[in-house]
Structure formats: C-alpha cells, structure tokens
C-alpha cells in the first residue's frame, strides 16, 4: 500500500497527512465549481463527492500509468464517480487492452454512477457489443427482456432526468425506477423536479441489460430511440 492509499497510515507524521489533504483539497475545489457550473441544481455536497472521485481517478491514472499498481487494483481503488472515466481514460492511453476495457461491462457499470451522456462510455458498450456477436450484454444469464404487446420487437423504456437535458444512454424497462431518477436519484437528491420520458428501441439495438442494482437498466444508443414521449 502506497501512502496515496491511505496518507494516514503513519498518524505521527501529522504534517505529511495535512500537506497530502491541503494540495487534494486544491484539485478537489475546481472540479466542484465546474459541476455544479454544468448542473446548478446539483447540491454541493454531491458535487464534492463527485469531484473527489474524479480527482482519486487522476490519482489512480497516475499509478497505473507508472507501473504502481495493476487494473484489478485500480478499480478498486477509484470512487463510483470516477470508475467509468478511469476506465476509458486507461483504455485511450493504451494502459489496458480492449478486453480489459470492455471484460465486465455490466457489472462494472452496475458498480459505478457515471455521467451516462459521456461519448467515450457509449463508444465503450459498442466496442463490448461488437465483441459479443452483436447481442445484449447481460450480467445474469437467461434474463428476458419484454417486448411491447403488439409492437413486434420493439421494447418500451424509461428515463427520468431534467426536461430537455441530453438523452444518455442509460435507460430502464421500469418507469418506477425512472420516476427516482427524475427527483434526484442519481445526484443524491430528493425532489430534483425532473421528468419521465418514454421510448421504444428495437430489441436488437439494445446494448446491455443491467440487474445488478434492480433497477433492470438497458443501455442504448440515444440516436436509436423511437417514440419518445414525456410521460
């Protein structure tokens, strides 16, 4: 364990634990006012932590990239926020290869609170896709994806954020769930005064479907959605 691990692991040594926060602390600050500068619904307390995640994936960027630790590690050691940027982040260096950059997707996606309208994780979902023969990519076997009754294969899906804000690319097949993402479910609020919208894609253009925290997530490709209506 390297002292950006844990810089309290020697707790005598006082001066190097407030010198180590002092300088994060200056690279934490400027990340903040730039989130809630994109979002300024965002609370501040949300937008630090999201800042720190961000600033501890330049960190661990840096000791991947020195040879310091291994990707195993690295994951681990990044926030939620900041898992998904390190990782593409690592894939453009040529610090992992494509399969390390797309081995897990779905749980790896399931395991991190990423900004869904950054093009760098939709380029990645496509390069998985691609990879497993064009089909879905699951995290639980044998999981069914509903179809619309009537429609043939189109599948019906929700999404909750602000009104006219960019579509990402994380959708569900439960509009519950996009109901708790429209009042602050992903930026740890509680009445963010968002809304649902709904749309169809067709099953084939579905690039991951995503259980692992219930909330029975697809991940598509803004640009194939069809029917899109505010719910």
């Known amino acids: 364990m390297t002292d950006i691990d844990n810089p309290f692991l020697h707790l005598a040594d006082m001066d190097k634990a407030m010198d180590y926060l002092a300088k994060r602390e200056q690279k934490v600050a400027p990340k903040v006012t730039q989130l809630m500068a994109a979002d300024p ?17 330049d960190e661990v960027f840096d000791l991947l990239r020195e040879g310091k630790v291994n990707w195993a590690d690295a994951q681990m050691m990044t926030g939620s926020y900041g898992r998904m940027d390190l990782r593409a982040r690592a894939y ?7 399969s390390e950059a797309i081995e897990g997707l779905c749980h790896a996606w399931s395991g991190s609170d990423p900004d869904d309208t950054d093009p760098r994780f939709l380029a990645l979902w496509k390069l998985a896709y691609k990879a497993n023969r064009y089909r879905t990519l699951r995290d639980t076997k044998g999981t069914v994806i509903p179809s619309v009754p009537g429609s043939g294969d189109l599948v019906r899906i929700y999404r909750g954020q602000d009104e006219g804000a960019p579509f990402g690319i994380a ?7 996009a109901t708790k993402f429209a009042t602050g479910a992903a930026t740890r609020q509680t ?10 894609v067709e099953r084939g253009d579905i690039l991951g479907y995503c259980t692992g925290r219930g909330e029975q997530e697809v991940i598509v490709d803004p640009l194939n ?7």
């Not at 619904?41 to 994936?57: E, H, N, Q, T």
């Not at 453009?92 to 494509?98: P, R, T, V, Y």
């Not at 959605?225 to 719910?231: C, D, G, K, N």
């Open 41 to 57: 619904k965002l609370p501040y307390i949300s937008a630090y932590v999201m800042a720190g995640d961000l600033v501890r994936a």
């Open 92 to 98: 453009e260096a040529g610090l992992i290869s494509e």
């Open 171 to 177: 959708w569900s097949l439960s509009k519950v769930t």
């Open 191 to 200: 009445a963010r005064d968002g809304v649902v919208y709904e749309a169809s």
């Open 225 to 231: 959605l069809h029917s899109v209506r505010m719910v």
